[in-house]
Structures are given as structure tokens and as C-alpha cells.
């Protein structure tokens, strides 16, 4: 089982940052991958980006490259999205994914409000 306890998000305007944060405790392996998904009400839940623990290579949605970064402290199972210019499409619950070779899973979720 992994645990994931996500924390940062919240209210910011029209080309503000954030950061978002996850940690994950309990049978985490190095070469097991962390990511972030998001849902804005009424649509689907989106894939926003990944990155792999071993070696902090990194994917992102085109919606958000260039302006979102994920980077990952492996020494304390923590993944982090830097999201800077946000937008109010940016709005959403963001959750924190956690991919392991049998199971993947998934954080309560962070709700981040962008105003215009």
C-alpha cells in the first residue's frame, strides 16, 4: 500500500503561481513513477505530467508545458508541481498519482482556483 498526502493548492489570480506538493509513505520503490492528474467541473479527469523517481525525466500535457514543472525529492518520497502563469482553465482538483508496477494510486485531490 501507498499512502499520498498532497497539500498547496488554493485561490490565486490570473498569472499567479503555485506549488503543489505530495508525499508518499509506505511501499515506495525508487523505480516507481509519481504524476499528476486534474479534473475541472462537469469535464473528465486529464493527465497534467509525470516523472520517474529513479531518474526525474519528466512528461507534461501540451495544455501545461511550458508553464507547469514537476520535480521529485526521492529522498523524501515527495513529487512537486510548480505551476506558474495559471489561468482560469487551469481550475480544478488536482490529484497526485502514484504508479506502481501492480497498482496505481491516487491522493484525495487539492483544489486549485484560478480567478480572472
Known amino acids: 500500500q501507498v499512502q499520498l498526502d498532497e497539500s498547496g493548492g488554493g485561490l490565486v489570480q490570473t498569472g499567479g503561481s503555485l506549488r503543489l506538493s505530495c508525499a508518499a509513505s509506505?511501499?515506495?520503490?525508487?523505480?516507481?513513477?509519481m504524476g499528476w492528474f486534474r479534473q475541472a467541473p462537469g469535464k473528465e479527469r486529464e493527465f497534467v505530467g509525470r516523472?520517474?523517481?529513479?531518474?526525474?525525466?519528466?512528461y507534461y500535457a501540451d495544455s501545461v508545458k511550458g508553464r507547469f514543472t514537476i520535480s521529485i525529492d526521492s529522498t523524501k518520497n515527495t513529487v512537486y508541481l510548480q505551476m506558474n502563469s495559471l489561468k482560469p482553465d487551469d481550475t480544478a482538483v488536482y490529484y497526485c498519482?502514484?504508479?506502481?508496477?501492480?497498482?496505481?494510486?491516487w491522493g484525495r485531490g487539492t483544489q486549485v482556483t484560478v480567478s480572472s
Open positions: 498519482v502514484y504508479y506502481s508496477p501492480s497498482l496505481t494510486y
Open positions: 509506505g511501499r515506495t520503490l525508487s523505480s516507481d513513477a
Open positions: 516523472v520517474k523517481r529513479i531518474d526525474g525525466i519528466s
